[in-house]
């Protein structure tokens, strides 16, 4: 099992950008695609984005294409969420997860270690 840490959110206006990190444990976090996804109050967790084991392929929810990127440093045992030209319906908590698909996945059941999360909250 792989400890996940999220790091980064925050308040922040619209229009404003943020990055969130997620640090994860253990010598095997290279191995496996990692997603973000996020839950706000009152609804369902949904898929935000995730990427690959390698870093080269990289899928995201209609809603926020061309305004968030994931990346990873594999060195660093890290997965980042560069969210740009937030929108209050961004507002949310945001987790990262480890997926058991290496090319990634936006199905929640695909993944089996989650993070804690890191709060998102936009204002207008």
């Known amino acids: 099992q792989v400890q996940l840490v999220e790091s980064g959110g925050g308040l922040v206006q619209a229009g404003d950008s943020l990055r969130l990190s997620c640090a994860g444990s253990?010598?095997?976090?290279?191995?496996?695609?990692m997603g973000w996804f996020r839950q706000a109050p009152g609804k369902e967790r949904e898929f935000v984005a995730t990427i690959s084991w390698s870093g080269d392929i990289t899928y995201y929810t209609d809603s926020v294409k061309g305004r968030f990127t994931i990346s990873r440093d594999n060195a660093k045992n890290t997965v980042y969420l560069q969210m740009n030209s937030l929108k209050p319906e961004d507002t949310a908590l945001y987790y990262c997860?480890?997926?058991?698909?290496?090319?990634?996945?936006?199905?929640?059941?695909?993944?089996?270690?989650w993070g804690q999360g890191t709060q998102v909250t936009v204002s207008s």
């Open positions: 253990g010598r095997t976090f290279s191995r496996y695609a």
């Open positions: 997860a480890r997926s058991q698909v290496r090319l990634g996945s936006f199905d929640f059941n695909d993944y089996d270690s």
